[in-house]
DNA sequence: GCCTCAAACGTTATGTTATTACATTCTTCG
DNA sequence: CGAAGAATGTAATAACATAACGTTTGAGGC
């Protein structure tokens, strides 16, 4: 397994960040899109932190290096990146968090660790989608889905059973 | 399909609401716990508005009814009835609704019409379940899921077609 | 190059959602 | 009855989020 696909292992972090940002850079770019200072430093802070941030927690160290203070700046930004597939919000923690697979279209769900508060952003077999199984079932049409479970990590598990 | 299932359709709502509280008392005599005045009028109104109400909505209307007035008063009847699946959150829309299959062990998905603002809430397969398969590939152990989807319903689809 | 316009940004103010803390009352059960 | 735990009421505050408005920036047409 891909140890970024589920960010409950170690893998090498050094370069993961600037290779999202360049990522980041070129998919805006292509897209037509201003990935400007503060949308740039917002996803940066959420790649470096590698887990989910509340908005004031970003706006307090966007605030420290001379951007704004008042939480529009960060709202604005994270819903930037939220909404071009930069970032996730995860809703049963209000906080944010950098999207773990830009690029590819997909519909995340998110592993949220009670004891390390650790979140992984694990992929779903389109195929089995139960989604699209619902779609049918029901006649409504799904814009988009969010997948959030609360549990223990493997980490946590393991620890805990020592 | 049972028109309960899905919240879209219309169906007879007049005794489903004293059905569900006849149900949820039952419930809770044979599990020990208390289903308090509070708890059994919480429950009542969001049979009755039979859609996600916030919980200042739900304050607003105990207060009336000579419960207190302070936050904690919804706050801790909607806990009460989130943690004994006798109604859910709606992580989306910080918003809490009645559990459409009380009894039954279930994971529910959320369909939330972005037009009308209803919320269905929907069964899924277990044999078929996502969770399982996620759990399984990471290791993850998952205590609580949550599955929730935007988009259109049946008849505002039809409407926006007409 | 320069003008225009829309997008992005900054700030004030306010709205909405949720929790902490502590005193009081009710229930259960020995 | 009396102790212990659960439930309730209230005050205060914390945490999360948006509306509204003026200013700045920079992309694209001329």
Redesign the pocket.
Same mark, same amino acid.
């Given at each position: 397994m891909d140890p970024n696909t589920v960010g409950f292992t170690k893998h090498d972090h050094s370069h993961c960040i600037s290779d999202a940002i360049t990522a980041a850079d070129r998919m805006c770019r292509d897209a037509?899109? @201003?990935l400007? $200072? &503060? +949308?740039k430093r917002a996803l940066s802070i959420l790649l470096e932190e590698h887990r989910a941030l509340? /908005?004031?927690d970003v706006l307090a160290r966007l605030s420290e290096e001379g !951007?704004? /203070? @008042? $939480? $529009? &700046?960060a709202? +604005? /930004?994270l819903d !930037?990146l939220t909404k071009h597939g930069l970032a996730h919000k995860i809703e049963r923690l209000? /906080?944010f968090i950098a999207c773990a697979h830009p690029n590819e279209l997909h519909t995340p769900a998110f592993l949220i660790c009670t004891t390390c508060h650790a979140v992984a952003e694990a992929e779903t077999d389109p195929s089995h989608s139960l989604l699209s199984q619902i779609a049918e079932t029901t006649g409504f049409t799904i814009a988009r889905a969010v997948l959030e479970a609360e549990g223990t990590c493997p980490n946590c598990r393991e620890k805990s059973a020592a």
């Open positions: 037509g899109l @201003q400007t $200072p &503060v +949308r509340g /908005a004031y !951007f704004g /203070a @008042q $939480p $529009p &700046v709202y +604005r /930004a !930037f209000n /906080a």
